[in-house]
């Protein structure tokens, strides 16, 4: 079993618990409590985002792979199905890895998660925010050489396999951390006479 969140996170590089029924979380103490075990802000915890379990401190981490006996399963899947199996990648990276794990092309590359890395999201932002076209544009062609060179990777990996493309569509609430205050701020200015666009 799986979820959106974890799906999504995954996609992140961040492991996903979406269920912890035990948990009691203090925001403003920056606290979080499970069977009697407090954990504090700025505490190391690992999780297994397969199994659900949450380590105290640092373990040694392993690259997931799958074994035989998944291999063995899917094998029998790919003898009887009548669908083709593809994958959500968003970089060169995903692809190239949902291809290892036989996925028959891209059923969804969501252009804006091509630029959360820390380099890519300054430009995201500016761009949203920008006043003018032609400010918008400034930070648009900033982005143009990674969306370009992440495309030719995902190309590269597909190898002439279909790749269905969203076009950019950012949520706010992922790339501007303070959407909230920001939209609220918008909207004194658009009261007070100053508008928005």
């Avoid at 899947?77 to 990648?89: Q, S, Y």
Wanted: aromatic share 6%.
């Amino acid at each position: 079993m799986t979820s959106h969140a974890a799906v999504v996170a995954r996609g992140m590089g961040k492991p996903c618990i979406a269920g912890a029924q035990g948990i009691k979380i203090d925001v403003e103490a920056g606290v979080f409590t499970v069977d009697g075990v407090t954990v504090k802000k700025g505490d190391w915890i690992s999780m297994d985002g397969a199994t659900g379990t949450v380590m105290l401190g640092c373990v040694p981490l392993t690259a997931a792979s799958a074994n035989d006996n998944v291999d063995t399963v899917l094998g029998w899947a790919d003898e009887v199905r009548r669908l083709g199996v593809r994958t959500n990648a968003d970089t060169p990276e995903d692809a190239i890895k949902a291809r290892e794990f036989g996925a028959e092309g891209i059923g969804l590359c969501r252009t804006e998660h091509m630029f959360m890395q820390e380099e890519r999201l300054p430009h995201v932002r500016n761009m949203i925010m920008a006043d003018t076209l032609e400010e918008r544009e400034k930070h648009l062609a900033k982005l143009l050489p990674f969306q370009r060179e992440d495309f030719d990777g995902m190309f590269r990996a597909m190898s002439g396999l279909p790749v269905t493309i969203r076009l950019l569509d950012p949520p706010l609430h992922e790339f501007l951390p303070n959407y909230t205050e920001v939209m609220v701020e918008l909207e004194r200015m658009r009261l007070g006479g100053a508008g928005c666009s």
